[in-house]
């Protein structure tokens, strides 16, 4: 069965650190473009971050960017988001999600969208609170 599961979620105050991990069963992770995602109650998801197959190429939303840095570890078949210097606006359920992307026209890209991924971890609650 293929899964991502999701976890490293807590409450932390404001300015605080977290890493959220999500680790891959049934499959290897080694041609599967990531993304990182995050819904607020009463939001529309959104997608906070991604990185490609090669080349470590990356997408962060303006919101994030400079504060969260995504990564992966093939060999330990398992992608991280560092979030550093956390919000209370960054409070919400982070989803990771994947799809394949071998084709040498996909490999270095990034998906921004949200409609290019197929696999979804079941999330994990981030709160950023005094």
């Known amino acids: 069965q293929l899964r991502l599961v999701d976890s490293g979620g807590d409450l932390v105050q404001p300015g605080g650190s977290l890493r959220l991990s999500c680790a891959a069963s049934?499959?290897?992770?080694?041609?599967?473009?990531i993304g990182w995602f995050r819904q607020a109650p009463g939001k529309e998801r959104e997608l906070v971050s991604g990185?490609?197959?090669?080349?470590?190429?990356?997408y962060y939303a303006n919101s994030v960017k400079g504060r969260f840095t995504i990564a992966r570890d093939n060999a330990k078949n398992t992608a991280y988001l560092q979030m550093n210097s956390l919000k209370p606006e960054d409070t919400g359920i982070y989803y990771c999600?994947?799809?394949?992307?071998?084709?040498?026209?996909?490999?270095?890209?990034?998906?921004?969208?949200?409609?290019?991924?197929?696999?979804w971890g079941q999330g994990t609650q981030v709160t950023v609170s005094s």
């Open positions: 999600a994947s799809r394949e992307a071998s084709h040498p026209s996909l490999r270095t890209r990034a998906f921004s969208e949200h409609y290019w991924y197929d696999l």
């Open positions: 990185i490609s197959v090669a080349d470590g190429t990356t």
């Open positions: 049934g499959f290897t992770l080694v041609n599967y473009a």
